[in-house]
């Protein structure tokens, strides 16, 4: 039976977290491939320019939705049958992580999963995910820039599991992911230090200038 639940947990993960909202809408709706516009990157920020509020947000719900339904139901099979639900959500969340980065749906072509760790982390102790969630904000609304908010809330995840006492085992997944999606932004980085990376906007609708793209 164990074995069976992490073999289910790791493949749903994948599959479910595999669907890619930003894909399917620019080819459904637009008739194009998000990841052949703008900076490439199959995500909310990179889709929001290219195309316009009018689905993009549509593409943060799913992307979020996506990856919470899949990692609490495993979790709460891991509690039920191991007594170790947040190990559960953090294992599922590792592979719903490699499954949005590496799609079998788009040939491994995805995005970088902060959207999907962001929803993992709630369920993994909600306390880190206020904790990002905060610093996300804090950052963005001084500077603008999505990537250094969305990586520098996702480092601050393990160090709060740490300060909790979470389990070793969760501290390392959750370490390993975070440190996974830091470097999916590294052109945003290297774009950051020549002071090349665009800002964003809440209200932006379309813009020729989709360099940026964080999640």
């Known amino acids: 039976m164990e074995m069976l639940l992490y073999i289910a947990s790791a493949v749903c993960a994948y599959l479910i977290a595999g669907i890619n909202p930003a894909i399917e809408f620019s080819k459904r709706v637009y008739h194009r ?97 206020l904790v990002a969630l905060g ?15 969305t990586v520098t809330a996702m480092l601050s995840c393990p160090i709060t599991l740490a300060v909790r006492n979470a389990p070793a085992s969760v501290i390392l997944l959750c370490t390993v992911s975070v440190l996974y999606i830091a470097f999916r932004h590294k052109e945003n980085f290297k774009r950051l230090i020549k002071g090349a990376e665009s800002k964003f906007s809440m209200t932006t609708s379309k813009s020729a200038d989709s360099r940026e793209q964080a999640v």
């Open 33 to 129: 491939d998000i990841r052949s516009c703008g900076s490439g990157n199959p995500g909310f920020t990179n889709f929001k320019r290219t195309f316009g509020n009018k689905w993009a947000w549509w593409v943060l719900l799913l992307d979020l939705s996506k990856a919470a339904i899949v990692t609490a139901v495993f979790a709460w099979l891991f509690g039920l049958y191991l007594d170790s639900y947040q190990f559960g959500a953090a294992y599922t969340g590792f592979f719903a992580l490699l499954g949005h980065a590496y799609p079998v749906w788009y040939k491994f072509k995805g995005g970088k999963g902060f959207l999907v760790y962001m929803s993992v982390i709630w369920f993994i102790d909600w306390r880190a995910g």
């Open 135 to 149: 610093i996300m904000l804090v950052l963005l609304a001084i500077t603008r820039y999505m990537s250094l908010s």
